[in-house]
């Protein structure tokens, strides 16, 4: 990787070290993962690195995590550690940018830059990740029912996340950003029980109204 291209990173993130927001920071640190990877080795295969090296190497290697994201270990001494482990092993970009991460104290924060960059890289290609709980596992069909249905519905192509939720009973709940949209026979039971209490209320109210109120008064 050009040097100039990680100068540019860290100049970038610089300017939000003072955010308190983790994910803000998270989001910042994506941009510009994926502005140096277009610029070398290629999006899809930075975010494939970046994940195995999560996945494969601080996953299987606790201590060696622990020693890259503790607060008591300077960074010195954490840009030898990935000089050491990681330069020839990984790529010249992933070793690049873990360095950028070190000299912040923000290697903490890769699972959630990985994330953010590839949620940015996809809605950049036109896809969306979409949340869609069902009582019981989708079955082919199903999944390519609901994607016809969310394709006509949006204008981007989804990328379902499906998981199982036995207490909806029946039905599904998706979500789509930060917007819920629940048929679950579970949500309508609920709703069907909080109108037939709303009308128990009311005629309840209305007896009293009479006995207050009698005819010919």
């Known amino acids: ?35 140096a ?9 930075a975010l494939e690195e970046g994940q195995s ?20 270990i300077n960074r010195l001494d954490k840009l030898k550690l990935i000089e050491r482990v990681v330069t020839g092993r990984g790529s010249e970009f992933i070793t690049s940018f873990l360095k950028v991460l070190a000299r912040h104290d923000r290697l903490d924060l890769l699972p959630n830059i990985l994330q953010a960059a590839r949620i940015q890289n996809e809605r950049s290609s036109g896809r ?8 019981k596992p989708l079955s082919d069909e199903s999944r390519q029912a609901i994607s016809d249905k969310l394709r006509s519905a949006f204008a981007f192509e989804p990328i379902l996340e499906a998981e199982t939720d036995p ?38 109210q209305t007896g009293r109204n009479r006995f207050s109120h009698p005819e010919g008064d």
Do not use: C, W
């Open 53 to 72: 090296f999560v996945d494969d190497v601080l996953a299987k290697n606790p201590e060696f995590k622990r020693l890259l994201v503790s607060p008591t």
């Open 37 to 45: 990877a277009q610029a070398t080795i290629g999006v899809e295969a």
């Open 128 to 135: 969306k990740r979409v949340s869609v709980k069902t009582a």
């Open 167 to 204: 207490s909806l009973i029946g039905g599904m709940v998706i979500r789509v950003d930060d917007t819920v949209y629940d048929s679950s026979l579970r949500t309508r039971l609920k709703q069907l029980r909080a109108r037939l209490r709303e009308r128990s209320l009311h005629e309840i």
């Open 1 to 35: 990787m050009q040097a100039t291209t990680m100068a540019e990173v860290e100049t970038r993130i610089a300017s939000v070290m003072e955010d308190p927001s983790a994910m803000q920071i998270a989001r910042v640190y994506a941009k510009s993962f994926l502005g």
